[in-house]
């Protein structure tokens, strides 16, 4: 059965304490591997699409990088603005659907 | 360019009626899919359309039903509502002829008493 398990539950940092995000699967085959950022009562926001091991994608203080079996997102100097749940997703081969962990729910302390 | 837009953004609802949610995609995307998300857990697939059909459906009750419009948007219907169906209903929208990325709207929260 394809799986996606996020660690840890919950994570929480004082403000420039660079950590990392752990996002490992189980799937028949991969299509895509998303990163999402959901604040309380909001729609998930894109962050990153990874499609193959050994990939890597930027945005500001996020770095998001692929293996076979599990991604991470690594927050480098985090602000109290970075605080909020972090979904990962695969895209699995021959299905049109997302496959969500549980979430990660980080907070910056300031 | 607007994003994915739903509506309504909140309502309540009593067991057993029957709930209308709606969905605009992403200028230019042409597949929609619905998720339902629990609290303090991640969005689940409840089914996805493209031109006009259901192309996969999860692991959701014949209660759940979707459509598809010609300019691409969706409505999610449930029927005799369930205290259990109190959630965050997301509509995601994506382009399928590449490998592009999947975009969520702010969602409709359900609430059934």
């Known amino acids: 059965e394809d799986q996606v398990t996020q660690s840890p539950e919950a994570l929480r940092l004082q403000e420039g304490e660079s950590s990392s995000l752990n996002c490992s699967y189980t799937v028949s085959g991969l299509r895509g591997l998303f990163w999402y950022r959901q604040d309380p009562g909001k729609g998930p926001e894109f962050l990153f699409t990874l499609y193959s091991a050994g990939e890597e994608k930027e945005k500001e203080r996020l770095k998001a990088t692929l293996t076979k079996k599990e991604s991470f997102l690594h927050i480098t100097a985090p602000k109290p603005e970075d605080s909020a749940t972090y979904l990962c997703?695969?895209?699995?081969?021959?299905?049109?659907?997302?496959?969500f962990g549980q979430g990660t729910r980080l907070t910056i302390n300031p | 360019d607007a994003g994915v837009t739903q509506s309504p953004t909140h309502l309540i609802k009593t067991r057993g009626q029957q709930v209308t949610l709606r969905c605009s995609p992403k200028?230019?995307?042409?597949?929609v899919s619905w998720y339902q998300q629990a609290l303090g857990q991640g969005p689940q697939f409840i089914f996805q359309?493209?031109?006009?059909?259901?192309?996969q459906r999860g692991n959701f009750p014949d209660r759940f039903s979707g459509h598809q419009f010609p300019n691409y948007s969706s409505e999610l219907n449930v029927n005799a509502l369930l205290l259990g169906d109190s959630a965050l209903y997301l509509c995601?929208?994506?382009?399928?002829?590449?490998?592009?990325?999947?975009?969520f709207g702010e969602g409709s929260w359900l609430t059934v008493v």
């Open positions: 997703a695969v895209l699995i081969q021959g299905a049109q659907k997302l496959v």
């Open positions: 359309y493209y031109e006009e059909e259901e192309r």
């Open positions: 995601a929208s994506s382009y399928t002829g590449s490998r592009n990325t999947i975009y």
């Open positions: 200028s230019g995307h042409d597949t």
